[in-house]
């Protein structure tokens, strides 16, 4: 079932009391393995308000938007700030869930506040932006899953924008001169499109896994045995390593169990090959998974969390 404003989410929680429940936005990050044994409830709560004063835009933006087109109509606006996040698929309300993330940009750091139903208490609630507890695609609506269905998000975007362009393929548009939030915008699309499938055309539900962090001592003896291990210093004195890079050293890049795959060109990326005719069994999915899980714990020693979220009959599944 859909639900497109607050009155008729309330109404489809009273309605399935006794059924499990299950919310998504685009269900872009979320993947069946089983027939869920419940009520699907999906949002298409719309509506964007902007607003702004000397030094700031507001934006009000109703859960059920989809991202990619806010980042769009932000772009023709003149609104800048959101155009590393380009492309990323799904909803407005699913962004500050995980934390959304790319090419140097975490979209907490525009995230003011945050509205929700909360399904317990069955009253309208609101996190300020330290409430949310956000962290490297975390955050406490994903602590708790199902409590807390959001409605609204409110952004705030400083005017005197600087642009982020650290990571490797868009520091290299500043070596060719005066760089604009557009060249940046047009430079991720072009990126994400070269690497990452497009989930319409090839099943996918972008990066499978999160990149793990490790302690310092731990980094420092992983590195003892492979020299050429890329990292990146985070804080709390961790070093985060590429999950792609571990699954690509174990060969993984192009193995299939049944219709699932690695991606060709992106280890970290799952496939299914035969989305576009309703294929692909969730067996297949968990079992690759946990094969390349269990590769990486032998190989590395290293515990890969998944970050799709995975659904069997009785809600989440762990690997
Ligand atoms: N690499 C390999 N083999 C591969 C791919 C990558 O060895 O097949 C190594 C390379 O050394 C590369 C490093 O891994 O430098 C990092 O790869 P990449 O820059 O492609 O990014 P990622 O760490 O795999 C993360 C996010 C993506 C986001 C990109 C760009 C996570 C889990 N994933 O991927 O987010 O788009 O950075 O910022 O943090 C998503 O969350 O669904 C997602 C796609």
């Not at 109404?11 to 699907?40: H, R």
């Not at 499978?208 to 210093?233: R, V």
Request: aromatic share 8%.
């Amino acid at each position: 079932m859909t639900v497109d404003s607050v009155d008729s989410l309330l109404n489809a929680v009273q309605a399935c009391k006794d059924k499990a429940l299950l919310f998504i936005g685009e269900g872009s990050n979320t993947v069946f393995v089983e027939d869920f044994d419940g009520i699907v409830i999906q949002n298409q709560l719309k509506g964007i308000q902007i607003s702004e004063d000397d030094e700031r835009y507001f934006l009000s933006v109703a859960s059920g938007e989809n991202w990619h087109d806010l980042v769009c109509l932000c772009m023709e606006k003149g609104i800048y700030g959101f155009e590393n996040l380009a492309l990323i698929p799904g909803t407005v309300g699913a962004c500050p869930i995980q934390n959304i993330g790319a090419y140097g940009v975490e979209i907490e750091k525009f995230i003011h506040s945050v509205e929700f139903f909360d399904t317990h208490s069955e009253m309208m609630g609101y996190f300020n932006h330290k409430e949310c507890e956000f962290a490297y695609r975390e955050s406490r609506f994903k602590q708790s899953p199902g409590k807390r269905i959001i409605t609204m998000v409110n952004f705030v975007l400083p005017k005197a924008h600087v642009l982020v362009t650290d990571y490797g393929p868009l520091a290299q548009l500043i070596q060719n001169g005066h760089v604009s939030p557009k060249d940046v915008f047009n430079k991720v699309i072009e990126v994400r499109q070269s690497k990452l499938p497009d989930p319409a055309t090839l099943g996918n539900a972008g990066s499978f896994f999160k990149n793990p962090t490790l302690g310092i001592p731990e980094f420092l003896s992983l590195q003892s045995k492979f020299a050429d291990i890329p990292h990146y210093n985070v804080p709390d004195n961790r070093v985060k390593v590429p999950a792609a890079w571990l699954i690509d050293q174990l060969g993984y890049k192009g193995k299939t169990i049944g219709d699932i795959g690695c991606h060709e060109h992106q280890a970290l990326v799952l496939v299914n090959h035969a989305s576009r005719s309703n294929g692909g069994k969730g067996e297949d999915l968990l079992a690759l998974a946990r094969q390349i899980k269990g590769a990486v714990e032998n190989e590395f020693g290293i515990i890969l969390e998944n970050e799709v979220r995975l659904i069997g009959a009785n809600g989440l599944v762990n690997l």
